[in-house]
């Protein structure tokens, strides 16, 4: 008797759709599940009323998308903002967070969700996608790698904040 090889499980279904005011409290969470999976949950410091005024407050200045299972359970969701290169001349989409849930990864949401990312940055006019990954995050690293991503190792990112910010921003009067 000739059996057949086992049924693969079906790959999950998710869509990815804009934020609404009423995610607010839910990437707020995303927000700290992800910043305890990268360590840095001591620097988690946003609120549900900064997120929604800055999301979509009078003048948004970022945006995100959530991702859901077939059943509308949250799997993850993906932050950003545009900038702008004066070498390219155009706008570039800036990728803040990406977050799939421990239980989502593994399932293609990564992809769909910067594949949906790279179609807002095209319709936009964008001339690059960018974002930053830890450099200790292999996993990520050599799967943006795979997407054609290319580490701008020669870079080095700076950061001023707190009140450091504050000083510098008082020597400008």
């Excluded at 995610?23 to 946003?46: N, Q, S, T, W």
């Excluded at 969700?113 to 974002?131: I, Q």
């Excluded at 290319?150 to 009067?173: F, H, K, N, S, Y």
Aim: net charge neutral.
């Amino acid at each position: 008797m000739v059996r057949s090889p086992p049924m693969a499980a079906a790959a999950p279904s998710f869509s990815i759709a804009p934020a609404t005011p009423a995610d607010a409290p839910l990437i707020l969470v995303l927000i700290r599940e992800l910043a305890a999976y990268e360590r840095l949950a001591h620097e988690a410091r946003a609120t549900e009323p900064l997120l929604h005024d800055a999301l979509f407050g009078p003048s948004p200045v970022a945006h995100s998308v959530i991702a859901r299972a077939e059943d509308g359970t949250p799997a993850g969701f993906a932050l950003y903002f545009f900038s702008f290169s004066t070498f390219v001349g155009r706008p570039g989409l800036y990728l803040e967070d990406l977050f799939v849930r421990p239980e989502f990864r593994r399932c293609g949401l990564g992809r769909q969700l910067l594949a949906y990312l790279a179609r807002v940055a095209v319709d936009r006019g964008c001339g690059r996608m960018e974002w930053s990954v830890l450099d200790w995050n292999t996993p990520s690293i050599e799967f943006y790698k795979s997407l054609g991503a290319v580490l701008m190792d020669e870079w080095t990112v700076c950061r001023i904040g707190g009140p450091a910010l504050t000083a510098l921003a008082q020597g400008a009067r």
